[in-house]
């Protein structure tokens, strides 16, 4: 095939790299820098004696709704060792993932603190903990949602991180952010960040719809598909 000299040009201006020739560090900041905007989950958890863990997670979504599965990437200690969410959910099976409203990102910053295991993060940021209704972990009052997970599934995957699966058994939802008849939620209301690369966040005020078209209304119609509402 030919190449035009249009495309020949936008090919000259890509930059390439072989995953395979980059160090761990390198391939993170790749990822986190053009997978954006992440959504962020603050997880609650319990040690075996009962002691609240709170910490944010942007290696993090929603992976299916039947079953509902959320899932999330926790990064092991640099000594090796698991982090304080990884140990609780291996211990009590269940966590819980409140969503961070923008007006959160104080008290989820302050949750980032790498605090000696045994420090209750949420007791340090000013935050309720709520207690849970079908796991031990307790959600946090001030989310606009909150999701708790029963233990599914945990892929070791190398020497730095473990994903972790869970099943979504019980979700709260702050009474202004959802059309509980339609099971509708508001972004608006919901006021969620994200997370940028680096020490970047986002809000997702900037929102627009865009339908998904039938290929009916493709053929008739080829500008529908860049007519946002």
Known sequence: MLTTPGAAREAASIVTFDFATLTPRERYKLLIGAVVPRPIALVTTVDANGVVNAAPFS???CLSADPAILALGVE?????????TGRNVRDTLAFTVNIVSDALVEGMNICATP???GIDELEQ????AMPGVK????????????FECRHHTSLGIGNSREIIL????Y?????????ADRHYVDPVALDAIGRMGGQGYATTRDYFDLPTMPVATWQSDPGAANRRR
């Open 76 to 84: 092991y200690r640099p000594t090796g060792g698991q982090k304080d």
């Open 125 to 128: 940021a000013g935050l309720t």
């Open 59 to 61: 290696f993090f979504n």
């Open 166 to 169: 869970g099943e979504v058994v």
């Open 115 to 117: 605090f000696e295991p």
């Open 171 to 179: 979700a709260h939802f702050r009474a202004d952010t959802i059309d």
């Open 135 to 146: 796991v031990p972990c307790p959600w946090i009052g001030q989310a606009p949602a909150a």
